[in-house]
């Protein structure tokens, strides 16, 4: 495609222009696990402790980042917050209302333009690195993990029971540089690319297995791309690229940390639970894998701050914006349990931070930010507020991230929250949640996060006091509307929500 950009006949030129973008999202890397969180005057902005983490890289790039500590994953499960992020709509209007799998339908309309689409559309060169997780899954492979495209033979197989590889063309979403990642085994990727260099001269859609960490894997990649080693961009164009790590995902084992960062985790080869899980919601019997978990947050940290020196390096940093944010967090053992899909803080609250050399003053915000804001967001903080695709349902912040003094734009109090049986609203001070079973209310109720905030006493909707319940209520419903959510549509738990 033909620069669409003015003043882009040379990279000094497009520099002026328009910025080049990095969006970073490490897998199920919760808010608390940022160290910093720990450091004096940033504790006051989350609920309780934060973890006892080492990420030094991180923690530089959010010292010269606008941070927000109220952003939410709506939605907190793998592919539906990639559907969500990359359209900038909610699940039932842009197809991916579960984790995709072998044994479901779901996934992101072909046919949605996207972010990657819209930078593809006004001359970025546009690049994606890590796990990918948003198409439907089919058994279009031969027993090697060879694409074929067909389900007849050498077709008929699967290579993994929920990801997979996505072919050159609509599904890739304007993605003119693909180095795709797949399988929760973070030194034992499966791995197809649109370069064959990436993968020993293999051609895109044919299996290469490096046995290397997955995060350094990346990370070299990544750092070959902006080192332009063998002209996999046009460097008169920005760049947009997304790198979605894997770790630190489960699983949380010796075998799958990088286990050099283990160590700092121990006290004298010990490991202290009481110390690791410091928030006052945690089950040390549940929550023993900290360690683990903890070592890969590390790793991830170490890998992209070498990233972020190579922009530095390279002279790129200035004019790159660059977001660290997350798919969802982890329980860790808060409330007894693992993973996501939870409707506590420990699962919705995410990193979320921006940076743009000197474009940006460092701040922290604590109004909510949700995913499908994601793409307005970056759209518009680029320059191309006017490219923003019709439908989208997310909001941008880019005048509110830019600190513009009498901006009109208010500040959102509350986002919408949900898994497969529930709906829920939450803002600063609440976490309200409605669960449903057959189209009727099953539960309700709600936590009160200024005065609880480990979430440790659940008030039950007869316990709530009547003001507050009709406003949570009524905010709800309303965003429920608002975002033409199923809910609404079907006239789910209408024997307790009013959508007229």
Not at 5 to 12: D, E, M, P, T, V
Not at 36 to 57: C, F, H, L, N
Not at 223 to 233: F, G, K
Request: charged share 25%; net charge negative.
């Amino acid at each position: 495609m033909a620069c669409q950009l003015s003043g882009c006949s040379s990279q000094a030129d497009q520099k002026e222009e328009a910025p080049n973008i990095i969006f970073i999202f490490p897998d199920q890397f919760r808010n608390f696990s940022l160290g910093i969180w720990s450091a004096p005057g940033y504790d006051e902005y989350i609920q309780g402790k934060p973890d006892p983490v080492v990420t030094p890289a991180l923690d530089r790039l959010a010292s010269e980042s606008v941070v927000f500590s109220n952003a939410v994953s709506n939605f907190p499960l793998c592919s539906p917050y990639r559907a969500m992020m990359m359209s900038g709509r909610y699940p039932d209007h842009n197809g991916v209302t579960a984790n995709c799998h072998k044994d479901r339908e779901v996934s992101l309309k072909t046919d949605m333009v996207c972010m990657t689409d819209v930078f593809a559309e006004v001359g970025y060169d546009v690049s994606y690195f890590g796990k990918v997780h948003w198409l439907r899954n089919d058994p279009l492979f031969t027993q090697e993990g060879t694409y074929t495209g067909s389900t007849e033979a050498p077709g008929g197989h699967y290579i993994n029971s929920y990801d997979t590889y996505i072919p050159a063309g609509p599904d890739r979403h304007g993605i003119d540089y693909f180095v795709q990642m797949i399988k929760d085994d973070h030194f034992n990727p499966m791995v197809y690319s649109s370069d064959p260099k990436v993968v020993e001269g293999k051609e895109d859609g044919e299996l290469y297995m490096p046995k290397r960490f997955s995060a350094e894997f990346e990370a070299e990649k990544i750092i070959d791309y902006l080192e332009n080693t063998h002209q996999q961009r046009d460097t008169e164009k920005p760049f947009f690229m997304i790198w979605s790590l894997n770790p630190p995902h489960n699983p949380w084992t010796p075998e799958s940390t990088k286990m050099e960062y283990y160590d700092q985790y121990t006290e004298e080869g010990s490991v202290n639970l009481d110390h690791l899980l410091a928030r006052g919601n945690s089950d040390d019997s549940v929550g023993n894998y900290a360690p683990y978990y903890f070592a890969n947050v590390s790793a991830v940290d170490h890998y992209i701050g070498l990233v972020l020196d190579k922009l530095e390096e390279l002279e790129l940093s200035d004019n790159t914006i660059i977001v660290f944010s997350s798919d969802h967090g982890e329980m860790l053992g808060s409330h007894g349990k693992q993973g996501k899909l939870v409707l506590e803080s420990e699962s919705l609250n995410i990193p979320f931070m921006v940076k743009w050399g000197k474009k940006l003053k460092h701040k922290v915000e604590d109004y909510i930010v949700s995913v499908p804001d994601v793409l307005p967001t970056l759209v518009s903080l680029a320059g191309f507020e006017g490219e923003i695709p019709s439908g989208v349902q997310g909001a941008s912040h880019a005048e509110l991230i830019r600190g513009k003094e009498n901006s009109p734009l208010a500040k959102p109090s509350s986002a919408l929250i949900m898994n497969y049986d529930s709906r829920g609203l939450y803002t600063k001070k609440h976490t309200f949640v409605v669960s449903e079973k057959k189209g009727y209310v099953n539960e309700v109720y709600c936590y009160d996060n200024i005065k609880d905030p480990y979430q440790l006493n659940r008030i039950a909707l007869k316990d709530m006091d009547n003001s507050l319940r009709e406003d949570l209520k009524s905010q709800l419903t309303q965003l429920l509307i608002k975002t033409d959510d199923r809910w609404y549509q079907e006239g789910v738990c209408s024997d307790f929500l009013t959508y007229n």
